[in-house]
């Protein structure tokens, strides 16, 4: 069984979410997060607060997705745009967006300096989004 990583950009809004979400609701896996462009040390208070609301367990902190994370894991995305990044940089990873393997073929939209009602938007575009994947196939 592979390593599951969630990768956002800064890995403080959505991929902490998707962390927690799937750690408490997903059973035989652990979930991590990672950022493309990690710049902050902590996660988004927004988002905090829908984990703490939902009494989801609390995410890593935030950190920089590394060469050993791509060779080593399966990794999600939220957009189209990081898959498409992390394949020019590692064109051997193993990564899906969270839309393809949803079936919703849709990115996950970015609630970064946005509202707490665009937090919660993507906060249920992710349990929406995750409730669909089979974490039971070959890919996992």
């Known amino acids: 069984m592979k390593e599951i990583i969630f990768v956002c950009t800064g890995n403080t809004c959505r991929s902490p979410l998707?962390?927690?979400?799937?750690?408490?609701?997903?059973?035989?896996?652990?979930?991590?997060?990672?950022?493309?462009?990690?710049?902050?040390?902590?996660?988004?208070?927004?988002?905090?607060?829908?984990?703490?609301?939902e009494s989801l367990k609390m995410p890593h902190l935030p950190r920089q997705l590394t060469d050993e994370d791509t060779e080593n894991a399966v990794l999600i995305t939220m957009t189209a745009g990081h898959k498409n990044q992390i394949l020019m940089n590692y064109p051997n990873a193993i990564v899906y967006t969270l839309g393809e393997l949803s079936g919703e073929h849709t990115d996950i939209s970015d609630p970064y300096g946005g509202t707490e009602e665009d937090y919660e938007y993507t906060y249920q575009e992710l349990r929406r989004f995750i409730d669909k994947v089979d974490f039971k196939s070959d890919i996992f």
Do not use: C, M, P
């Not at 990690?38 to 829908?50: C, D, P």
């Open 18 to 53: 998707a962390e927690s979400y799937a750690n408490t609701h997903v059973d035989g896996h652990v979930f991590n997060s990672r950022g493309l462009s990690v710049t902050s040390g902590s996660t988004n208070i927004k988002s905090l607060q829908i984990i703490e609301r």
